[in-house]
């Protein structure tokens, strides 16, 4: 695929094609890709760029690599060397956890998002993973929690959401004894969507993106809210109830409402059918 740079940062790499798909990278491999509140940042302007820009449906999220001894990873969660009393620290030394506004951008993305995981998925960046609607793996993966190992943990989507997928026990698991699982285990715990070989990681990508691309950008964008309204309570119907919202002001009957008020006359409905 012909990826071309979409904006230059310090810490993830940022492409997209001509076909409607983003790449976005954390580029920390020597950290096993583990985010400081910079990454963090930056990931949220990128994924906010994506949000705006109506040619791109799908994003591939991934991590980029391998380092120097030839290892992959995806994330290996937040940099606990810049870690402090309540947060990680940025570079004026204000202590952050930015990673759950990101967490919350990436549920709410109008898109569709892919994680593409090369290597390691540990602590908050499993978290990451597991926050996007697919996930494909390499078949050399790692996935686990070590929270309470490092004194942390994520009691949100990271503990509840992740109990939706894969059950509470397996859940419980997880984080409380903190072991590593592999690509064929996460399969099975319905963790992931699927497994390929390393290098085939990136074309697996694409090609299940251009398989959501030839569908209707609508349909996904309502189903995407469907799905997350189930699990998020009066945010997630908020959100599902604005795209009808957004749907219903393409109508002539809203927009009869508008005009009518901009008119200064009583609207007139009359036309439109209390359908069965
Ligand atoms: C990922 C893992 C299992 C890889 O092991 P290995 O043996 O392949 O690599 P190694 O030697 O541990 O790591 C390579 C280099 O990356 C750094 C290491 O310190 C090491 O640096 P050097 O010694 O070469 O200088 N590194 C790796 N992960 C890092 C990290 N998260 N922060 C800073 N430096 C890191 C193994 O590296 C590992 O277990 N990593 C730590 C995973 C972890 O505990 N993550 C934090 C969980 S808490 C969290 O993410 C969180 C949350 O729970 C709630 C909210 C927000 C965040």
Redesign the pocket.
């Known amino acids: 695929l012909n990826w071309t740079e979409y904006k230059s940062y310090e810490d993830i790499l940022f492409h997209k094609s001509d076909e409607g798909i983003a790449r976005i990278a954390i580029n920390r491999p ?3 890709n ?1 985010f400081r509140p910079q990454t963090v940042d930056e990931l949220i302007n990128a994924f906010n760029i994506v949000r705006n820009d109506e040619n791109i449906g799908v994003v591939l999220f991934t991590g980029a690599g391998p ?1 120097k001894r030839g ?1 992959y ?1 995806f994330c ?6 810049v870690r402090g009393e309540n947060g ?1 620290k940025n570079d004026e030394g204000k202590q952050r ?1 930015n ?2 506004e990101l967490q919350r951008l990436i549920r709410s993305l109008p898109k569709v998002v892919i994680a593409l995981v090369p290597g ?1 998925a ?4 499993q ?1 990451l993973h597991l926050i996007c609607d697919l996930s494909i793996a390499a078949e050399n993966a ?1 996935f ?4 309470p ?2 004194g ?3 009691a949100g989507f ?1 503990s509840s959401y992740l109990a939706r997928l894969v059950g509470q026990r397996k859940a419980k698991e997880i984080w409380f004894l903190c072991r ?1 699982y592999n690509s064929k285990e996460a399969l099975e715990m319905g963790l992931i969507n699927a497994i390929t070989k390393i290098e085939e990681l990136e074309a697996e990508g694409v090609i299940w993106a251009r398989e959501i691309l030839r569908n209707s950008p609508t349909a996904i964008r309502i189903l995407k809210a469907s799905f997350n309204a189930e699990n998020d309570g009066i945010a997630g119907i908020q959100e599902l109830s604005g795209y009808t919202t957004q749907l219903f002001y393409s109508s002539e009957e809203a927009q009869e409402g508008r005009d009518a008020f901009l008119e200064k006359r009583p609207p007139d409905f009359s036309e439109y059918k209390w359908t069965p």
């Open positions: 020597e950290k096993r583990a380092d290892i990873s290996s969660g937040g940099d606990q060397s990680y956890l990673v759950l390691f540990i602590g908050g960046g978290v790692i686990g929690q070590t929270g190992r490092v942390s943990f994520d990271g590593k």
